[in-house]
């Protein structure tokens, strides 16, 4: 199994609520990866889990809250999010984090924040 | 800052022609250059890789040429199948990816 399950597909919100995006990996990986990409533009990393500790933060508001409650599982937790959050949310696997080895992204979240 | 150079933006090719991507970068201590292929509403997904000490690597349809002393590679589709248009991304890897701006290619019927 190759595969990274995240789910909502789709998902709306309003300025105020709380939501979360789930991620699911498989594969026996020990990293795991949130990035964000909008239209049209590469993914841009935002947070980096290295067996089940946050390893990477690149400077994410903190409106955006990672947790990995084991080793299969991501979430994001968001809150007061702004228009300009609006994107694709995408979550990626990895064996290992502190050497480079191949990202398995999966098919992301896309969040629209009104 | 914009550590890896990608062109085109946008590539249009009839079917059976040779689609070409190249890329630059800067950061010499990049170690791993891996080509990522995105559909619309899907993940990027690896497509092919090649460490800088090779200077090509084919695999089916698809080669990556590199060339260490000019710090670019580039990615040749041969044979350009409708089923191939998709954005492209290169990349470049110390730790972590690093993106390029994709291209977006269309292989028309």
Known sequence: DTEVTQTPKHLVMGMTNKKSLKCEQHMGHRAMYWYKQKAKKPPELMFVYSYEKLSINESVPSRFSPECPNSSLLNLHLHALQPEDSALYLCASSSRAVVYNEQFFGPGTRLTVL | ?109
Not at chain 2, 21 to 47: H, M, R, S, V
Not at chain 2, 66 to 79: E, G, R, T, V, Y
Request: with cysteine.
């Open chain 2, 1 to 109: 800052q914009q550590q890896v150079k990608q062109s085109p933006q946008s590539l249009i090719v009839q079917k059976g022609g040779i689609s070409i991507i190249n890329c630059a970068y800067e950061n010499t201590a990049f170690d791993y250059f891996p080509w990522y292929q995105q559909f619309p509403g899907k993940g990027p997904a690896l497509l092919i890789a090649i460490r800088p000490d090779v200077s090509e690597k084919k695999e089916g349809r698809f080669t990556i040429s590199f060339n260490k002393s000019a710090k670019q590679f580039s990615l040749h589709i041969m044979d350009s199948q409708p089923g191939d248009s998709a954005t492209y991304f290169c990349a470049a890897v110390r730790t972590r990816l690093t993106f390029g701006e994709g291209t977006q290619l269309t292989v028309n019927p």
